[in-house]
């Protein structure tokens, strides 16, 4: 949000682009301390230059010598209310915080206050000839002391908070980088574990009984001589076959499914109308998309979106349809794939269904977990009742520059 | 096996390209392919660049595409091949039910697919059905699949008395009028009535270029395999 408001307003002080206080407290000391080094030189500077007209003051205007501490006074009727302004700016006000017409403000009444306070204190020591030119010459020169200082000060200040947000910015992507890489193991630790499950349980189990069904077929044939037994043989056989049939039907295919949605690595709409494909014949469901989508983002030629990308909207829509099947008891679903140009550019997908609608309350599992997985890719999740009846869910996922890196054709 | 002999007698032996990544599947699709007279094999590949530099435009009638290459996918060259060449028929194979690629194509497509699971092309007659009608520019589905599938509920399919169920299926297996009138033992008079009165329940103008690919488009939409 901090990074919203510099890139609108590029004109303006970084506010609250500041992550990290300590790093803020750092930078504005440092700006006092310029700021001041900055007054101390310009009021050494008028000191230096008092002096030495004094000295080569030609014309006879009370001519005094320059004792050493009427040129300390002046050193300091310079220091003083110049020093002070800088510490009001930088330290008191803190103008770093504002943009630039507050800062502006009040360095212009600042330093016009700090030039008054030095002209007069200069007066006192009546060392400066009446003349009105020299007065406005020497108040400019008290404003700009002030000005130039404590500007320098805060150039160098948002220069360094840019700095400074950038290497936050690197720390927050790699810490992001970091919990993806860690959750994406998790995810396929826990796809390996309910493969190797599965693997473990029903199939191994199956053909640990096709075996033994084999088995007991080869001594039965070994034995057998009978034109019964024949026939007993090829039944047996045949249930066999169909048996391991159903096998590869059932646990390889879904297996396989488990791993990779088949058609995935085709497209996000073929793969989305295969998994409704596998709907019971009491839903009825339909897949609507934007000409653009079809054209730009899925082409089956020319896939432009993360095979990732695809595999989290393909579980939006699964988990939609679950939904409104098991909560809603929806007998028609409407999925929709769009582009949305809001803020900016996303893939929507909509799911419209003609259930019982959204029970008040509802406490989400499946979906918070959805939420969380599109949140991490910028995304979003709403659930919402539909006024014509039934639910309507929506899942956003913000479109990267670069999603053309995923040229699934080819490989 | 009416249409296919006609157009051998013609002399015009449908001309049949195979991408298959593993070799015994296409060694024995050209087993297949060899053994009839009306069927001849001009490309075989092994893989997507492999294909893709041999199916040159023109060259073939019907290409029999693998989904699962090891270099790509068969869809997306099989995309790439009939863009190139638009008159060319495509009949995807694979192990998975992939039955619904046949609806996601059509909308990219200007011609239809046709799908048949691995397992039923290794039998002859049904994969020579397929590749010939095909050819004729129909889609032809999986048997298997096809005697699966249920009407979803609410459906205008589900709608369908079951005569012409059962003639829509035999269409949808690739299945001349002549061979479903036989089958069914009606005469080729009620087969057309039976189509008319598909096309109508189904909502498909008459007057579209083919009405017989829409009706089996729309059985796959609103049909159910599970
Ligand atoms: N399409 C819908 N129609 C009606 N109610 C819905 C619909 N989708 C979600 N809900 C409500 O929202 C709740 C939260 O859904 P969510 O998917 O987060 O959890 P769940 O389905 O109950 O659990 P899980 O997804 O872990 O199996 C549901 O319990 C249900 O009450
Ligand atoms: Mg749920």
Redesign the interface.
């Known amino acids: 949000m901090a990074d919203d408001v510099a890139a609108r307003a590029p004109g303006l002080a970084p506010v609250g682009r500041m992550p990290r206080r300590e790093d803020e407290r750092e930078a504005a000391r440092r700006a006092l301390a310029l700021g001041l080094v900055n007054v101390l030189a310009a009021s050494l500077a008028a000191a230096g230059q008092w002096a030495s007209w004094r000295t080569e003051n030609e014309l006879d205007i009370h001519v005094t010598s320059p004792d050493w501490w009427r040129v300390l006074a002046v050193f300091a009727a310079n220091l003083v209310p110049s020093g002070l302004a800088v510490v009001v700016c930088l330290r008191w006000v803190g103008v770093w915080r504002y943009g630039w017409r507050r800062r502006l403000a009040v360095l212009a009444s600042v330093a016009a206050a700090s030039s008054l306070v030095r002209l007069l204190l200069l007066a006192t020591l009546r060392y400066s000839p009446a003349d009105l030119w020299f007065v406005v010459v020497e108040a400019a020169f008290g404003v700009l002391a002030v000005v130039l200082a404590v500007s320098l000060a805060l150039y160098d200040f948002d220069v360094g908070a840019e700095l400074r947000a950038a290497e936050v910015r690197r720390r927050e992507e790699e810490a992001r980088a970091e919990q993806a890489a860690r959750e994406a193991q998790q995810a396929e630790l826990d796809v390996r574990r309910d493969v190797s499950r599965r693997l473990h349980g029903s199939l191994q189990q199956r053909l640990v009984i096709l075996t033994h069904r084999l088995e007991r077929l080869s001594a039965m044939g070994a034995s057998g001589d009978g034109g019964g037994a024949r026939d007993g043989m090829a039944d047996e056989l045949r249930a066999l076959a169909d048996e391991l049939d159903e096998v590869r039907e059932r646990d390889v295919r879904e297996l396989s499914h488990a791993l990779i949605p088949v058609g995935v690595d085709i497209g996000l709409r073929e793969a989305l109308m295969i998994a409704l494909g596998r709907l019971p014949a009491t839903v009825s469901t339909s897949v609507t998309l934007d000409p653009v989508v079809l054209e730009r983002l899925d082409a089956p030629d020319r896939p432009h979106m993360a095979v990732a990308d695809r595999l989290l909207v393909l579980d939006v829509v699964e988990e939609g349809v679950t939904n409104a099947v098991r909560h809603g008891s929806a007998h028609t679903i409407a999925v929709h794939l769009g582009v949305d140009v809001g803020a900016d550019v996303a893939f929507t997908v909509t799911l419209d269904d003609d259930g019982s609608g959204l029970a008040p309350g509802a406490h989400e599992s499946g979906l918070a977990r959805l939420r969380e997985r599109l949140a991490k890719r910028g995304g979003s999740l709403t659930l919402s009742a539909r006024s014509e009846g039934g639910c309507r869910l929506v899942a956003r996922l913000p479109l990267a520059v670069d999603a053309a890196r995923d040229g699934g054709a080819t490989r | 096996m009416a249409d296919a002999g006609a157009e051998q007698a013609r002399g015009l032996a449908v001309r049949v390209a195979v991408v298959e990544d593993e070799s015994l599947m296409r060694w024995m699709v050209r087993k297949i392919v060899e053994a009839r007279p009306d069927m001849r094999m001009v490309h075989e590949a092994a893989g ?2 492999e294909g893709r530099d041999l199916v040159q435009p023109g060259t073939a009638d019907v290409v029999v595409m693998d ?1 699962d290459l090891g ?3 068969g ?2 060259l099989a ?2 091949l009939q ?1 190139r060449d638009p008159r060319l028929g495509v009949l995807l194979f694979s192990s ?6 046949v ?3 059509r ?2 497509m200007r011609r239809p697919w046709s799908y048949l699971s691995k397992k039923s092309s290794l039998e002859p007659v049904t994969l020579a059905r397929a590749i010939h009608a095909t050819a004729r520019g129909e889609v032809v589905l999986d048997p298997e699949l096809v005697g699966k599938a ?6 205008a399919l589900a709608a369908l008395t079951q005569g012409q169920m059962k003639v829509l299926r035999l269409v949808a297996e690739g299945y001349s009028n002549a061979y479903v009138a036989e089958a069914l033992q009606l005469s080729p008079r009620s087969v057309e009535n039976h189509l008319h009165a598909i096309y109508k329940a189904l909502d498909i103008p008459t007057e579209n270029s083919n009405p017989r690919v829409m009706a089996v488009l729309a059985f796959v939409q ?5």
């Open positions: 997507f660049a989904i270099d790509g996918n869809v997306a995309t790439l863009q998975h039910d992939v039955l619904d690629l609806l996601a194509v909308d990219t249920t009407a979803r509920e609410g459906s609103q049909s159910s395999r599970y």
